[in-house]
């Protein structure tokens, strides 16, 4: 149930506020530009819940106007909610104030005293010029035929409408600071707006477009978002309806509605443009009996310039890898023990407040016997500004013991304070156990004691590459006795001479078959589009096969120290194209897509992938002459 009781005067607009603890104070103007010998009206507001005792307002220094009369009124409005009644009231004195001067002139801020408190408003500026006010300003229309009446009368309602539009919506003030600048005659108008235009390369502007009006928008259609070249975007909220909120501008009040707001990361140091959000809306016309005739116009928002500073060189850590804000690392390995030739992962977090989506990992401190098998990340923005980056990284620890592992670092670029720090996770401990069957060796027990003999350390291990074949478990028959060793002995003997046949030959037909089962998975990722993946996994896999070519087995080496392990033949003839490549890959990877141009494109990957078959065919080739 709702009733309204008003008295007298009902001000339209809301001006520059001053809150108190239970009364809200406003001044506000019907216009700011007008010329010498016009009228505006000054209205002071005061809200509160329930009756005080308001004074009459303070006007100090009325420089440039004359007071020509003054008026007051009470409005009280109640309403009933979850079964109460609740009262606001709100007093007005109205100022009729007359131009005297030209120029650029300020109401001073107004003090009212609200049951001894005192409140006081903003200042308010007023442009004072020689032309009349209420003067239309010139638009181009279409063309309509002179003979046809119907359109004779159209184009007279649409000039009484922006008659009418340039006397109730004024051109806001020229130069202030956060006043938007528009013909008199504009129904609506867009805006973007940033909360700061000087950044570093990676950190967050935060952009908003808004619609500014005055008028009634019945609707609105997107005709083009920012293309926003230059910045990586994470949409924060896109409006679904117009959402409008009162505001105030200079001493104008208009209606505000979010269209849709970004978080913009810029990618690269200079000069990046925030380009314009461009829309068509419908605007219902007043008139004396209502509302009139729709009309359609097309605004767009003026660009925005930001300049970006790139991350200082000087003071860059070694580690640093594009993280800027601030975030804290976590490590933890899964599970917390392992067995040799065994896969764990180690997962690695990066959180915080900032864009982790621009974070890579960087190098990890592994023992020598760590294999790095494979890698995979994944990231999220969240709309309160923080972000986290997780990357799981697949190791296969190839022999026994307890292994310290130094903490995960990065380097840490605050914008706030322009300075480097350190984020840096835990040391980490991890346990790896031997199998029953130590790796690829095999240990008889003697005879009636049941004590394991030692290994043979002449006896060479099988390829660390058991596991990507399928080779998870090696099978020994335990015998007891004579008969028991015997067959052991000729299993072993054929086991070593298989070895020794491998040693020569087997490299090219293993690692091929790698190379085709990885390069078979990632034609699946490339026809799903998922290119952020084909770039993960052909690196992996250059890595991996490096890594047994160059007899280091290690995957997370350098890929400088891994062609140094190769053939010369394979070094001299591929290293350039392998460098290029995995540079390809690597950017594919971990590049801000607006940097990528048409290396997405389906194509394009499919010449990548068959680009990286070729080589690497040719490198295990080499391996083995």
Request: proline residues 8%.
């Given at each position: 149930m709702k009733f309204f009781f008003m008295l007298l005067f009902i001000p339209i607009f809301l001006s520059a506020v001053a809150f108190g603890e239970e009364a809200q104070v406003t001044a506000v103007v019907d216009r700011n530009q007008i010329s010498v010998g016009d009228v505006i009206h000054l209205t002071i507001s005061v809200k509160s819940s329930d009756s005080r005792q308001i004074e009459e307002p303070r006007l100090n220094g009325l420089d440039g106007f004359d007071l020509i009369n003054t008026s007051s009124g009470v409005e009280t409005r109640s309403s009933f909610i979850n079964g109460r009644f609740l009262t606001e009231q709100s007093r007005h004195f109205t100022y009729m104030l007359a131009a005297n001067k030209k120029g650029t002139l300020t109401i001073p801020p107004v003090t009212v005293n609200v049951d001894a408190k005192t409140y006081r408003t903003e200042g308010i500026k007023v442009v004072v010029g020689d032309a009349p006010s209420g003067q239309p300003m010139a638009r181009q229309r279409p063309q309509r035929l002179p003979n046809n009446p119907f359109d004779q009368l159209d184009q007279m309602e649409e000039e009484i409408f922006h008659q009418m539009l340039q006397r109730q919506f004024p051109q806001a003030v020229p130069g202030q600071p956060n006043v938007p600048q528009f013909n008199p005659d504009e129904a609506f108008f867009i805006q973007a707006e940033t909360d700061k235009t000087k950044v570093f390369v990676g950190e967050q502007v935060t952009t908003n477009f808004y619609l500014y009006t005055r008028g009634q928008i019945r609707d609105i259609d997107t005709l083009k978002?920012?293309?926003?070249?230059?910045?990586?975007?994470?949409?924060?909220?896109?409006?679904?309806?117009?959402?409008?909120?009162?505001?105030?501008?200079?001493?104008?009040?208009?209606?505000?509605?979010?269209?849709?707001?970004?978080?913009?990361?810029?990618?690269?140091?200079?000069?990046?443009?925030?380009?314009?959000?461009?829309?068509?809306?419908?605007?219902?016309?007043?008139?004396?009996?209502?509302?009139?005739?729709?009309?359609?116009?097309?605004?767009?928002?003026?660009?925005?310039?930001?300049?970006?500073?790139?991350?200082?060189?000087?003071?860059?850590?070694?580690?640093?890898?594009?993280?800027?804000?601030?975030?804290?690392?976590?490590?933890?390995?899964?599970?917390?023990?392992?067995?040799?030739?065994?896969?764990?992962?180690?997962?690695?977090?990066?959180?915080?407040?900032?864009?982790?989506?621009?974070?890579?990992?960087?190098?990890?401190?592994?023992?020598?016997?760590?294999?790095?098998?494979?890698?995979?990340?994944?990231?999220?923005?969240?709309?309160?500004?923080?972000?986290?980056?997780e990357f799981e990284v697949l190791i296969i620890p190839r022999e026994p013991g307890v292994f310290q592992i130094p903490g995960i670092s990065i380097g840490v670029f605050d914008p706030q304070a322009g300075k480097f720090s350190a984020a840096s996770s835990n040391p980490l401990q991890i346990s790896v156990t031997g199998t029953a069957l130590a790796q690829n060796q095999i240990a008889p027990q003697a005879p009636g004691t049941g004590a394991v003999k030692p290994s043979n350390p002449n006896v060479p291990q099988l390829p660390s590459l058991a596991t990507e074949l399928g080779v998870n478990h090696l099978v020994s028959a335990t015998t007891v006795g004579f008969t028991g060793l015997l067959y052991f002995g000729v299993f072993a003997f054929l086991g070593y001479q298989a070895w020794n046949g491998f040693r020569r030959k087997p490299k090219r037909a293993s690692l091929g078959l790698i190379l085709r089962n990885r390069l078979r998975h990632v034609h699946q990722l490339a026809n799903n589009n998922e290119w952020r993946r084909v770039g993960v996994e052909l690196t992996n896999a250059a890595y991996l096969i490096l890594g047994q070519l160059s007899e280091q087995g290690v995957a997370s080496q350098e890929l400088k120290r891994l062609l140094e392990g190769t053939p010369p033949s394979l070094r001299n003839e591929l290293a350039g194209p392998i460098e290029k490549l995995l540079a390809q890959c690597e950017a594919l990877s971990f590049a801000p897509q607006d940097v990528l141009g048409d290396m997405t494109d389906k194509a394009k990957l499919d010449q990548l992938i068959a680009d990286f078959q070729k080589v690497m065919s040719r490198a295990i080739e080499l391996a083995e002459i």
């Open positions: 978002y920012p293309d926003l070249k230059g910045f990586w975007k994470e949409d924060l909220e896109m409006a679904t309806r117009l959402n409008f909120e009162q505001v105030v501008l200079n001493g104008l009040a208009y209606q505000r509605a979010l269209l849709v707001s970004y978080a913009l990361f810029p990618i690269k140091p200079g000069k990046s443009i925030i380009d314009p959000y461009k829309a068509k809306c419908t605007v219902i016309s007043p008139s004396n009996f209502g509302f009139g005739r729709p009309y359609q116009f097309t605004k767009a928002s003026r660009p925005i310039t930001i300049e970006v500073a790139d991350v200082p060189v000087e003071n860059r850590p070694s580690n640093y890898t594009g993280a800027v804000g601030n975030f804290r690392v976590t490590a933890q390995f899964e599970p917390t023990t392992g067995v040799a030739n065994q896969p764990i992962t180690l997962r690695v977090r990066f959180e915080g407040r900032g864009n982790a989506k621009l974070i890579e990992l960087p190098k990890l401190e592994l023992p020598p016997s760590f294999e790095l098998y494979d890698q995979k990340s994944q990231a999220k923005y969240i709309k309160d500004g923080t972000s986290f980056k």
